[in-house]
C-alpha cells in the first residue's frame, strides 16, 4: 500500500473532484493541480479514523434505516484501467440477499453545521458521485455528525450522466498533471492563496510578459482605480446616511425595514501594551510575516 501523501498525490479522490471541477470553497482546479505536481505541499482532506463509537452509531443507523448489512472497514480503491480515478471507504454497505439491493460506499464526517436541510451540498454529492465511480457502487452514504453532536445519514443515488460529465472534466484535468502545465488561473481565493504559496520565494528576475498578458497590467490599474472610486463613493453614501439617521437603529422606506444601524462592541489585543508589560510573552509569541506584493513602476 502506498504512502497517504503518495496515494493523493497521485490520483484524484473524492476530496479533489469539487476542487477540479470549481465547486469547491476551499480548492480550484489550480491548487488541486500545484499539490498533485509537487509544488504545493497540501495536507489532504481530513482521513482520521472516526471513533469506534461513531462508527459503531453510524453503522447502527444505517443498517436500521436499510435493512442492509454495514461493515466498517477503511480501505482504498481505484477504478480499473483508471488507477489515478481513486475512493475512500469508511465502510461497505451491501444487502443481507443479494437480489433484494445494490451495495452502497460510506463516508463518515463531523462538520461545523447545524444541519443539511436539503441534504448533501453540490460539493458532497459530486464527492459521492467519484467515490462510485472509482469503486463501482450503485449509492452512497454519508453518515454526519453535526455541530449538536447529533447524527444524520444521506443517501446519493448513482447518477450516469454526472458520471460521465466528472470523468471528462477529471480526464482533462488529469493531463495537466501529466503534462505538468498549469490549468486555467482563475478568480477563487484558492488560487491565489495557492500561487502566492508556489511563488513565495523570488529570485529577483526579470521577466518580459508575453504578448497576450500585457493588457493585465493595464486590467489591474483600471481595478485599482474603480476599487479606489467605489470605496471612496462608499463614504460619502454612508456619512449621508450617518446624517439621516441621526441616532436611530433602523432605517424604514415605505414602512418596510431596509437598513441598521447599531452598535457592535470588538475586543483585541493591543500588541504595543503586551510588548511594554510583557516583552518575554510578546517576543515569544511573535511571528514575521512574509509576503509579496505588487507596486506600480510606472
Given at each position: 500500500m502506498a504512502r497517504s501523501a503518495d496515494w493523493h498525490r497521485d490520483g484524484i479522490n473524492g476530496a479533489d473532484i469539487a476542487g477540479v471541477v470549481g465547486l469547491s470553497t476551499w480548492a480550484s482546479p489550480y491548487s488541486v493541480w500545484a499539490a498533485k505536481v509537487g509544488r504545493l505541499r497540501r495536507s489532504p482532506a481530513p482521513t482520521a479514523q472516526p471513533s469506534t463509537v461513531l462508527l459503531a452509531a453510524a453503522g447502527g443507523v444505517i443498517e436500521q434505516t436499510t435493512r442492509q448489512q454495514v461493515t466498517l472497514a477503511a480501505r482504498r480503491v481505484s477504478r480499473p484501467g483508471m488507477d489515478w480515478c481513486r475512493a475512500e471507504l469508511a465502510g461497505h454497505i451491501h444487502p443481507r440477499r443479494r437480489q433484494a439491493a445494490t451495495d452502497g460506499g460510506l463516508t463518515i464526517r463531523a462538520v461545523n453545521q447545524h444541519g443539511w436541510p436539503d441534504g448533501p451540498a453540490p460539493a458532497e454529492r459530486c464527492e459521492a458521485q467519484w467515490n462510485m465511480t472509482a469503486?463501482?457502487?450503485d449509492h452512497w452514504w454519508y453518515a454526519i455528525v453535526f455541530r449538536d453532536l447529533h447524527l444524520e445519514t444521506f443517501r446519493v443515488e448513482h447518477d450516469r450522466g454526472l458520471e460521465a460529465s466528472l470523468l471528462g472534466e477529471a480526464c482533462h484535468f488529469w493531463q495537466y498533471v501529466t503534462d505538468r502545465i498549469a490549468p486555467p488561473i482563475?478568480?477563487?481565493?484558492?488560487?491565489?492563496?495557492?500561487?502566492?504559496?508556489?511563488?513565495?520565494?523570488?529570485?529577483?528576475d526579470i521577466v518580459e510578459l508575453d504578448p497576450a498578458d500585457a493588457h493585465l497590467v493595464e486590467q489591474r490599474r483600471q481595478a485599482k482605480a474603480t476599487i479606489k472610486t467605489a470605496t471612496e463613493h462608499l463614504g460619502f453614501v454612508?456619512?449621508?446616511?450617518?446624517?439621516?439617521?441621526?441616532?436611530?437603529?433602523?432605517?424604514?422606506?415605505?414602512?418596510?425595514?431596509v437598513l441598521s444601524y447599531e452598535l457592535h462592541a470588538r475586543r483585541w489585543l493591543r500588541p504595543t501594551d503586551i510588548a511594554r508589560h510583557e516583552p518575554a510573552l510578546a517576543a515569544r509569541l511573535s511571528r514575521t510575516s512574509i509576503y509579496r506584493a505588487f507596486r506600480s513602476l510606472d
Open positions: 469503486a463501482g457502487l482563475d478568480d477563487s481565493e484558492a488560487t491565489r492563496q495557492a500561487l502566492k504559496t508556489v511563488h513565495a520565494h523570488p529570485a529577483g454612508e456619512n449621508r446616511l450617518r446624517h439621516a439617521i441621526g441616532d436611530a437603529t433602523t432605517v424604514t422606506v415605505n414602512g418596510r425595514p
